[in-house]
């Protein structure tokens, strides 16, 4: 069980709902990090910490170290500021 539903209407940017995605809530400063809440969702450990990582350096709320890397697959949404250290959709 993994705490809820998997639909085609609650997946990929729409998880857990599309006024919720990516990771973000309406309150500033406050994101959901629990392990079924976001994509991918139920047992990939670290895969929503990963991720959320990419949100909060987007956010301005944490910046790179220089341990980061950020995914490949990552895409930064407009707007934001880039996950990663380069400003590029390329690592440096």
Same mark, same amino acid.
Request: with cysteine; glycine share 8%.
């Given at each position: 069980?993994?705490?809820? $539903? #998997? &639909?085609?209407?609650?997946?990929?940017?729409?998880?857990?709902?599309?006024?919720?995605?990516?990771?973000? &809530?309406?309150?500033?400063?406050?994101? #959901?990090? #629990?392990?079924? &809440? +976001? #994509? =991918? +969702?139920?047992?990939?450990? %670290?895969?929503? =910490?990963?991720?959320? %990582?990419?949100? !909060?350096?987007?956010?301005?709320?944490?910046? =790179? +170290? +220089?341990?980061?890397?950020?995914? =490949?697959?990552?895409?930064?949404?407009?707007?934001?500021?880039?996950?990663? $250290?380069?400003?590029? !959709?390329?690592?440096?």
């Amino acid at each position: 069980w993994c705490g809820s $539903r #998997h &639909s085609e209407d609650q997946l990929w940017t729409n998880r857990p709902t599309p006024e919720l995605a990516r990771y973000r &809530s309406p309150i500033d400063n406050l994101y #959901h990090a #629990h392990q079924t &809440s +976001g #994509h =991918p +969702g139920a047992l990939c450990l %670290m895969a929503i =910490p990963y991720n959320l %990582m990419h949100i !909060l350096i987007e956010d301005g709320v944490a910046e =790179p +170290g +220089g341990w980061w890397y950020a995914s =490949p697959y990552y895409i930064p949404e407009e707007g934001k500021i880039p996950a990663n $250290r380069n400003g590029s !959709l390329h690592q440096d």
